[in-house]
């Protein structure tokens, strides 16, 4: 046998090793090198054999150790003696030793990357392929709810109010709420959506922070193949004051570690801002602020993402839904944020364009429909009308340009 009969996966103290014609996989964590440059693991190796079906062995394997690894082929020899393990176990030592020792590689920047393919999206427009996305706002905004309903569409590679969704194996962490919660959210969600195939979203409850736990997590997001993290909420995976620097940038480097596309849900201040140390903002591609309009005793809510930050992407108008419960389904429906309770929260200038579309207007017009001070209103049209977006009539009145025009500025 060759090296490149086997395959490698993983990183950062963690790897699996498939031989697909032997179909045997082996597993190697908790890798240390002691005082004396010998380098130990951990090996868990598997079969999926016609005679030897499951776990074969598992136990301490010293990788620089001649007489470890002689004495690790001889117990594994006794569990399946038809496979020449002594090139197993000398593919497995070389080729982990290689990448622990070696590290992330440099590689070098020729400057012909295809800027389309690497800007690609998970779910567009709010999760970029390997890069995480947080959603915050004050509690009970629906944001775990939306959460939910993002992973429900990518766990079904399915395409639903208006967002463009590649399949994805959806891993989801829950500091928050139960299993039974969210496998009741999920079916509710499920219903709404007409999905009748059984979904493969994979649950864990979490009570320690992401950087004490995330080995145990690199060995599942290896073992299911997960490929999106779900992290509810990320004041509890920091796992400390949330005002503090060291915390937070070292839970997304963690998160990093993992290789994972990520949506993580997180919560507002007293201010109304994002709670904590502002490596929370700075670490996060793409960010977004949920709003929510209920009233008492409703079986719906309205809420909107107003996008905060944008990473090789421009910011987005404001995106509204409609989460609507019935006795066993929740649905969600698109819906433009004009026409919600949530109106209000706008910009000034996307209020005065939406009020125009309806036709064009005097400033103290505008300004009594949107109950705003006239002055405001003419500011705002007159810095607009000089940068293109509105345009004064011969009468004094402002109009907007035409629907194309439109559709461009709700992005500026």
Sequence with gaps: MSLTEFKLDGG??????TWPELHIQVMVD???ADTDHQVKA???????????????????LILTSPSSKKSMVKSLEEREAEVDWDTVIEQLCTAVLQHYRSGSPAIEITGDMDVQAAS???IEPILQLGHPSLIY?????????????????????????????EPARVLYLDWETTQEELGVRVAMLRKGLGLEVASHIWYREMNAGLYNDVEAIRHLIMDKDVNLLVLDSLGSACMGEPESAEIVLRMFQSLRSLRCTSLCIDHTNKEGHLFGSVYKYNSGRQIFEMKKNQAEGEDSLEFALFHRKANNSKLIKPMGWTLRFSEDSAMLTRKDVKDTGLEKDLRIVDRIQNVLLGGAMLPKDIA???????????KELSAWTTRGRFVRLDDGRYAVRTREEVETWATI
């Design 12 to 17: 950062d103290g963690i790897y699996k090793l």
């Design 30 to 32: 908790r890798i240390k």
């Design 42 to 60: 951990e090996i868990n190796a598997t079969s999926s054999r016609p005679n030897s079906p499951g776990h074969l062995r598992g136990g301490r």
């Design 120 to 122: 690609r999206w998970m």
């Design 137 to 165: 706002g004050q509690g009970s905004s629906g944001k775990s709810w939306f959460a939910q309903y993002i992973s429900v569409l990518a766990d079904a590679g399915m395409n639903a109010s208006g967002l463009r969704v």
């Design 368 to 378: 009594e429909e949107l109950d705003r001070e006239p002055n405001h209103i003419r």
